[in-house]
T-cell receptor, first 109, second 117 residues
């Protein structure tokens, strides 16, 4: 079966750095997405990785290793507004998205 | 500002009622999707559509149907609501193209939280 694993919840301190991991086992691979979802709101797109390596976008970076079936989202200089759920999703060989359950990130002052 | 608009943010219905959830996008996207989101579970795909009048079953289509009569509108129908359909329903859209053009990136609506009593 297809599976995406990510931690259920993480806590970090304002101003710090946090890494949210995502491991996947899917039928084929056509890219990995990260979305951010604030409580009660719609998920919004953060990043897309299809090649190995690190993609940086301001305070957020996303890393992919296809051979290891592994990705992480790195958030630097954490702000209170970064408190949200972070969803990992993989596009499989049929171009269907397989979703993880999401990681709830709690930022403390 | 591009948008996916869902008609109702909160609905309360009774078991056995017919429920319509409407979704409209203004981005001229070809693809539209209905998901449900429940605590502790990933987003689960109910139905999707790649074109007008076209629909495909997702992972959990039982108890649901859809309609896409116009490109911008995708409706989810619960023919006879049941308590296990209490959930957050998310509509999304995307355009068709190459991955590096931004295709397959979903734009979501704000969600419709349905409670079935």
């Amino acid at each position: 079966g297809q599976n995406i694993d990510q931690p259920t919840e993480m806590t970090a301190t304002e101003g710090a750095i946090v890494q949210i991991n995502c491991t996947y086992q899917t039928s084929g691979f056509n890219g990995l997405f990260w979305y951010q979802q604030h409580a009660g709101e719609a998920p919004t797109f953060l990043s897309y990785n299809v090649l190995d390596g690190l993609e940086e976008k301001g305070r957020f970076s996303s890393f992919l290793s296809r051979s290891k079936g592994y990705s992480y989202l790195l958030l630097k200089e954490l702000q209170m507004k970064d408190s949200a759920s972070y969803l990992c999703a993989v596009l499989d060989s049929n171009y269907q998205l397989i979703w993880g359950a999401g990681t709830k990130l709690i930022i403390k002052p | 500002d591009v948008k996916v608009t869902q008609s109702s943010r909160y609905l309360v219905k009774r078991t056995g009622e017919k429920v319509f959830l409407e979704c409209v996008q203004d981005m001229d996207h070809e693809n539209m999707f209905w998901y449900r989101q429940d605590p502790g579970l990933g987003l689960r795909l109910i139905y999707f559509s790649y074109d007008v009048k076209m629909k495909e079953k997702g992972d959990i289509p039982e108890g649901y149907s859809v309609s896409r009569e116009k490109k911008e509108r995708f409706s989810l129908i619960l023919e006879s609501a049941s308590t296990n359909q209490t959930s957050m329903y998310l509509c999304a859209s995307s355009f068709t193209g190459t991955a590096f053009s931004g295709a397959n990136v979903l734009t979501f609506g704000a969600g419709s939280r349905l409670t079935v009593l």
